[in-house]
């Protein structure tokens, strides 16, 4: 496995793949343990032996024996696998800053770290092209992070929109630490938690409503402008099919200037975690169109850089190529 490291995926685009589900991990759950010696216990970052059993480990090395524990416990507390493997040199400084800084949350956070060479399958089912990756798993669905390096600040920017997107989804346990098992969230705005309570009845329309409703109270939130185009993202993805997106991607690419077709594959593609190509393929069908479609796609490349996060580094790329085509 070797490709250039990536930018993290921005937690936006990371909660539409938790509430879609985009990797199937049921392979992986249903395996049974296999015989023979036991997996090492956890260490600290010292190298030194983990809590005594039965104790809150905040570190796991992953197994195929304890993989299917640590998807249930993503009920309970966000599990961050570290997928890292020995001849990829960039995997032990991922380690410690992860170790890191999943310690210093004091029990909101556990780590598996997962050696692909000893647990192949794992790679295969999140669907890694590159070492050393994070993936965290929230509710038994998983969450792409980032590829390659990650400096501590970047980790720990995403490790708090990890645990928003948790709390938005009833995830705000903790496996002791100072924030207690049952220490509740902070508050959030009533109409942010109606929309939050709304996302975590599946309720995409009333969230939508709930977003639309603060924006018309406080045009600058920020918060709410970027919920309203995670939310309409997921309402548009919501009746794609596994069989329907084929036939789109088919449409999309024997007809480049449908509309329709190039807008629902940009969806797909963000949500999928593909967030440069589905920017690169809204900038070139606006560099190809004018009229209505150019207007429309423009409007939801705006949309898209909210859901995946203005700060991103792939949207300001994706600003200046659409500023290039439009000028």
Do not use: C
Not at 7 to 28: I, T
Not at 67 to 92: G, H, I, R, T
Not at 111 to 127: K, S
Request: no cysteine.
């Amino acid at each position: 496995m070797s490709s250039p490291a990536s930018r993290p995926v921005p937690p936006a685009a990371a909660s539409l793949l938790n509430l879609r589900g985009a990797v199937d991990l049921s392979s992986l759950k249903q395996r049974p343990a296999p015989s023979g010696p036991s997996a090492p216990p956890p260490t600290t970052g010292d190298g030194q032996p983990g809590s005594a059993p039965g104790a809150p480990e905040l570190k796991v090395n992953v197994t195929e024996a304890n993989f299917q524990q640590l998807v249930e416990l993503s009920a309970q507390v966000p599990v961050v696998f570290a997928l890292w493997a020995s001849y990829s040199p960039e995997s032990a400084g991922m380690l410690d800053v992860l170790e890191r800084v999943v310690d210093s949350y004091g029990g909101r956070l556990v780590l598996g770290a997962a050696d692909i060479e000893a647990f192949p399958q794992l790679a295969q089912a999140f669907q890694v092209q590159a070492v050393p990756t994070a993936v965290a798993v929230l509710k038994g669905q998983p969450v792409p992070l980032f590829q390659g390096g990650a400096d501590e600040q970047q980790v720990r920017s995403l490790f708090d929109e990890l645990l928003k997107v948790a709390a938005a989804n009833g995830v705000t346990g903790s496996l002791g630490g100072e924030t207690g098992a049952d220490a509740e969230p902070a508050p959030l705005p009533p109409l942010h938690q109606a929309a939050f309570d709304a996302i975590e009845a599946g309720d995409y329309a009333a969230a939508a409503d709930a977003y639309r409703q603060a924006l018309n109270e406080m045009p600058s939130d920020r918060e709410a402008k970027a919920g309203l185009a995670q939310v309409e993202l997921m309402l548009r993805l919501q009746p794609i099919t596994a069989q329907d997106s084929e036939a789109l991607r088919a449409q999309a690419a024997d007809e480049p200037d449908n509309l329709e077709a190039q807008l629902a594959i940009a969806d797909l593609d963000v949500a999928g975690g593909h967030v440069e190509d589905a920017l690169n393929r809204l900038v070139s069908f606006i560099g190809r169109n004018f009229g209505p479609e150019r207007e429309t796609a423009r409007v939801r490349l705006l949309e898209l850089f909210e859901v995946v996060g203005t700060s991103d580094e792939r949207v300001g790329k994706a600003r200046q190529a659409l500023a290039r085509v439009l000028f």
